[in-house]
C-alpha cells in the first residue's frame, strides 16, 4: 500500500482503510492534505504558479532598481557635468581677472613712472603746484591692487 508524503517524510507506518481520502496519522494531527491518494495535480500546478509569479515579481523589481540606478547615475553625471561648466566658468573669470589686475598694475606703474618724470622737469609754462596736488593722491596711493577673494 502506498504511503503519504507526511508518513514518508517522517518515517512512519502510513495505515489507511481502502476508500479512505487520508491516513490515520493525518486524521490524528488533523493534517487535511495527507496526499494518500498521491499529489494533487491541480495543488501542484497552483505551486509552480505562485512560484513562478514571485519569480516574475522579482524580474521586474529588479529591472525597475536597475532603471532607478540608470536614472540616478544619469543625474548625477548631468550634475558633474554642470558643476564642471560651473567650476570652469570661476576658473575663466578668475585668470581673466588676475590678467586685468596685471594689466593695471603695468599701466599704473608706467604712469607713475611718467608723471614722476613730467613732475621733476622744471617748465615756466606748467603750473606744477597744481598739478602736484591733483596726482598727490594717485602715487600715494599706488600700491597694488587688492589680491582675487577666491570663493570655497
Request: glycine share 4%; with cysteine.
Amino acid at each position: 500500500m502506498p504511503s503519504c508524503m507526511r508518513c514518508r517524510e517522517n518515517s512512519l507506518t502510513c495505515r489507511a482503510p481502502p476508500g479512505a481520502k487520508r491516513c490515520g496519522e493525518c486524521t490524528r494531527v488533523g493534517n487535511m492534505q495527507c496526499g494518500l491518494d498521491g499529489p494533487d495535480p491541480r495543488a501542484l500546478q497552483r505551486e509552480r504558479a505562485q512560484i513562478e509569479a514571485v519569480e516574475d515579481e522579482a524580474i521586474a523589481l529588479d529591472e525597475e532598481a536597475a532603471a532607478l540606478h540608470a536614472a540616478a547615475a544619469a543625474e548625477f553625471a548631468a550634475a558633474a557635468t554642470a558643476a564642471a561648466a560651473k567650476s570652469a566658468a570661476a576658473v575663466e573669470k578668475s585668470q581673466t581677472a588676475a590678467a586685468h589686475r596685471r594689466r593695471a598694475q603695468r599701466q599704473r606703474a608706467a604712469f607713475q613712472a611718467k608723471v614722476t618724470k613730467i613732475l621733476t622737469h622744471e617748465d615756466s609754462a606748467i603750473d606744477w603746484a597744481s598739478m602736484k596736488a591733483d596726482f598727490a593722491s594717485f602715487l600715494e596711493s599706488s600700491a597694488a591692487l587688492p589680491a582675487p577673494s577666491v570663493a570655497s
